[in-house]
């Protein structure tokens, strides 16, 4: 419904409505007879609930929070991953040679 209201306005602001009213005055201009309608519910159909029932259920997860944890963990794996996809591409590098993988260097302190 709010679409169809954006569309008639007279005054709108987005991108994307600009368009699909440029594009339904340039299908006018062509002959075309289009009209547009608000269907209120996909209850009863079959196709559109489970439509509406997946649409629904790909939002979910915004609702439950998010372990700071495993946010932290995904993002140093997928920096890692960069780094690593970068580091590949050294191969004229000698410090390439000596250490192909990306990880920490292990070092040990003689002790007097």
Request: proline letters at 4%.
């Amino acid at each position: 419904m709010s679409l169809l209201e954006s569309l008639r306005s007279s005054s709108a602001h987005n991108p994307l409505i600009k368009e699909v009213k440029d594009f339904y005055r340039h299908l006018l201009s062509k002959g075309a007879r289009i009209l547009f309608s608000w269907v209120p519910s996909h209850v009863g159909i079959t196709g559109n609930e489970l439509a509406d029932k997946s649409a629904k259920s790909a939002t979910e997860f915004l609702t439950r929070p998010i372990v700071y944890a495993a946010v932290r963990s995904s993002f140093n794996q997928w920096c890692y991953y960069q780094w690593q996809e970068k580091w590949n591409m050294e191969t004229n590098n000698n410090l390439h040679v000596i250490k192909p993988i990306i990880s920490q260097w292990v070092t040990k302190l003689k002790t007097p």
